[in-house]
C-alpha cells in the first residue's frame, strides 16, 4: 500500500512538531539545546539502520530531509504547538496511515524519537541533572496512550 506524497509530507512534519513541543516544554539552555539536537541528529541516522524494511519510515525521513534543505533561513520547519494542539494534531496520524502495514512501526518510531529528545538533556549546569522532566514524562504518556504502544 502506497502513500501519496502528499501523506509523506503530512507524516513527516510530525518530527520537527514532536521535537520543538518537546524541547519548549522545559528549555534546557543552550548545551541542553544542543543535546537536544544531536539526540535527533542521531536518531534519525539510526532510524535508518534500525527501522530498515519499514518503507514508511525511510519515505518520512527522506521527506524530513526535504524539509530542512528547503527551509528558508530563520523560518521554523514546523508551526509552534502546545502539548495540547500538538496530541490533537496527533489525533490525524491513525487517518493519515490507515491500515498501512507499515503504521504501527511508524508509531513507534515517533515515540521513540520523542523519548531519545526527552532524555537528552537535564535541568541542570550544562544539560546535566534529571534527564526527562514530570512536563515531558506526561508528554510520552500521552503520546504513547494516543499510539496504543
Do not use: W
Not at 512538531?17 to 536518531?43: C, H, K, N, W, Y
Request: negative net charge.
Amino acid at each position: 500500500m502506497e502513500l501519496s506524497a502528499d501523506v509523506i509530507k503530512q507524516l513527516a512534519q510530525f518530527i520537527p512538531q514532536i521535537v520543538q513541543t518537546l524541547t519548549s516544554l522545559d528549555p534546557a539552555g543552550l548545551f541542553g539545546r544542543m543535546r537536544e539536537i544531536g539526540a535527533v541528529g542521531g536518531f534519525l541516522k539510526e532510524a535508518a539502520d534500525k527501522f530498515a524494511g519499514n518503507n514508511l519510515i525511510e519515505q518520512v525521513i527522506n521527506a524530513v530531509d526535504d524539509l530542512l534543505r528547503n527551509a528558508q533561513g530563520g523560518q521554523p520547519i514546523a508551526e509552534s504547538l502546545t502539548p495540547e494542539g500538538l496530541m490533537d494534531k496527533l489525533s490525524m496520524v491513525n487517518g493519515l496511515l490507515g491500515d498501512h502495514p507499515d503504521g504501527a512501526g511508524f508509531k513507534g518510531f515517533l515515540y521513540e524519537l520523542a523519548e531519545r529528545v526527552a532524555g537528552a538533556a537535564g535541568s541542570g549546569l550544562f544539560g546535566s541533572g534529571q534527564k526527562i522532566s514530570d512536563r515531558e514524562q506526561a508528554f510520552l504518556n500521552d503520546l504513547k496512550s494516543k499510539f496504543g504502544l
